[in-house]
């Protein structure tokens, strides 16, 4: 089970942490993947780390401006966001993938969240 926290409104320009639990698996044999769907679009790729958390992948629109990170001690992964946009509001989903490599692709991810709501007004 993953489960997010930490939405919320904010500042274009402001920042926001949020978090995702997991429970129920074996959290470091899994590569963790955050990801957002703003309303009447797919869901796309934000970010995602390795198991280990020595490796980061980003999406080309957050790049610079959010960082995840992990906590394996604590079975939580994070999504640092920062100089937030209007055009980062969505639901923010965490999602986990048993495998050494990561990927952009949500379909090869296996288990996920119920999301949380950030939301960024002008």
Same mark, same amino acid.
């Given at each position: !089970?993953?489960?997010? /926290? %930490?939405?919320?409104? @904010?500042?274009?320009?402001?920042?926001?942490?949020?978090?995702?639990?997991? +429970? %129920?698996?074996? *959290? +470091?044999?899994? =590569?963790?993947? &955050?990801?957002? !769907?703003?309303?009447?679009?797919?869901?796309? *790729?934000?970010? %995602?780390? +390795?198991? /280990?958390?020595?490796?980061?992948?980003?999406?080309d629109s957050v790049k610079g401006r959010c960082?995840?990170?992990? $906590?394996? =001690?604590?079975?939580? @992964?994070?999504?640092?966001?920062?100089?937030?946009?209007?055009? $980062?509001?969505?639901?923010?989903?965490?999602? =986990?993938?048993?495998?050494?490599?990561? @990927? !952009?692709?949500?379909?090869?991810?296996? $288990? &996920?969240?119920? %999301?949380? !709501?950030?939301? @960024? /007004? +002008?």
């Amino acid at each position: !089970q993953l489960v997010e /926290s %930490g939405g919320g409104l @904010v500042q274009a320009g402001g920042s926001l942490r949020i978090s995702c639990e997991a +429970s %129920g698996l074996t *959290f +470091s044999l899994f =590569a963790m993947g &955050w990801f957002r !769907q703003a309303p009447g679009k797919e869901r796309e *790729f934000v970010a %995602g780390i +390795s198991r /280990s958390g020595d490796r980061t992948l980003y999406d080309d629109s957050v790049k610079g401006r959010c960082t995840i990170s992990r $906590d394996n =001690a604590r079975n939580t @992964v994070y999504l640092e966001m920062n100089n937030l946009k209007n055009e $980062d509001t969505a639901v923010y989903y965490c999602a =986990a993938r048993r495998s050494a490599t990561l @990927v !952009q692709s949500p379909q090869l991810y296996t $288990d &996920w969240g119920q %999301g949380t !709501q950030v939301i @960024v /007004s +002008s």
